[in-house]
């Protein structure tokens, strides 16, 4: 009973969208601390030698440090606005999702958790906390990020296969074409 009143209620998305925003953005949160509580900046312990650390980063940049050189003037208010902009578009499509489109809901809601969790920081701090980081053989290392990150990836992930594997035409004309025939083009000229 209860589902079927989500469903004529149409809030099974909005149920969606509430709970993994919330989710992404507690988790993103709630490790940011422990990082901060736990490690110095730069501090790394290895996970996985050869391959995963725990690292205190500060990126004041976007992701994998874009624009982190730009002066603070420009950079900070663009990181602000740019997301809020964003969550809005983000937002937008969401009212447009059908109500049981379960996978879109996610995705999306996956990439607004991750957008949040980082505005936090950005707001808060003027930078972001990232702290996984991987690497091959120390050699080799892939920028550090966060779990907020990691939620913006999967739900841009989600969304590209969407994309890529399911139709998303518009239903087929139930007209017929216009023919020649149709069109009166052999028809003779009146006055």
């Given amino acids: 009973m209860i589902q079927t009143t989500l469903r004529q209620l149409g809030a099974r998305k909005y149920l969606i969208l509430t709970v993994i925003t919330l989710v992404i953005i507690g988790l ?16 790394s312990i290895s996970i996985i030698p050869g391959l995963f650390n725990l690292t205190y980063v500060r990126n004041p940049g976007a992701a994998f440090g874009l624009l ?13 606005i740019v997301p809020i902009v964003a969550l809005g578009a983000i937002g937008y ?16 809601s996956l990439v607004m958790g991750g957008a949040i969790g980082n505005l936090i920081d950005r707001a808060l701090f ?13 050699a080799y290392h ?9 939620a913006i990836c999967v739900g841009v992930g989600i969304l590209m296969l969407d ?15 216009i023919t020649k025939k149709d069109s009166g083009a052999d028809a003779p000229a009146t006055r």
């Fill in 142 to 150: 892939f920028p550090a990020f966060n779990v907020a990150d990691s």
């Fill in 93 to 108: 499509i969401f009212r447009k999702l059908p109500t049981d489109d379960i996978r879109l809901s996610s995705a999306l």
């Fill in 28 to 43: 993103d949160q709630w490790t940011k601390q422990l990082v901060v509580g736990s490690f110095r900046l730069g501090e």
């Fill in 68 to 80: 982190a050189q730009s002066h603070p003037a420009f950079r900070i208010p663009f990181f602000i």
């Fill in 126 to 138: 003027g930078y972001v906390i990232d702290f996984l980081d991987f690497h091959w053989r120390y």
């Fill in 163 to 177: 994309l890529f594997f399911h139709n998303h035409s518009p239903e087929q004309p139930t007209t017929k074409p």
